[in-house]
Nanobody
């Protein structure tokens, strides 16, 4: 069994910063991609940023230059540093991990989400 848990959300003023963390645990042999998604009320869940095991990154155009994704493979953890936050960044942020578990069975796991609210 694999668990994915996000943390670090909260309320921040426009222009402020937050750092999200996501830790995967359980019967993990290896983790390939680790991604951050977000979902605002009434909207679909969209990819915000992703990072491969080797460190290659990708970003949604709306967050390029403001958000930075990084990971610590030894800790099975991915981070999302969010700067210059805007009200339109308000959403529930979800972590998704592409996990090889015991016997090299490959599955993607979602966390429960963490709320980010950008408001004055």
């Amino acid at each position: 069994q694999v668990q994915v848990v996000e943390s670090g959300g909260g309320l921040v003023q426009p222009g402020g910063s937050l750092r999200l963390s996501c830790a995967a645990s359980g019967s993990i042999v290896n983790i390939a991609d680790m991604d951050w998604y977000r979902q605002a009320p009434g909207k679909q869940r969209d990819l915000v940023a992703g990072i491969s095991r080797s460190g290659a990154t990708r970003y949604a155009d709306s967050v390029k230059g403001r958000f930075t994704i990084s990971r610590d493979n030894a800790k099975n953890t991915v981070y999302l540093q969010m700067n210059s936050l805007k009200p339109e960044d308000t959403a529930v942020y979800y972590c998704n991990a592409d996990v090889y578990s015991t016997n090299w069975i490959r599955s993607r796991y979602w966390g429960q989400g963490t709320q980010v609210t950008v408001s004055s």
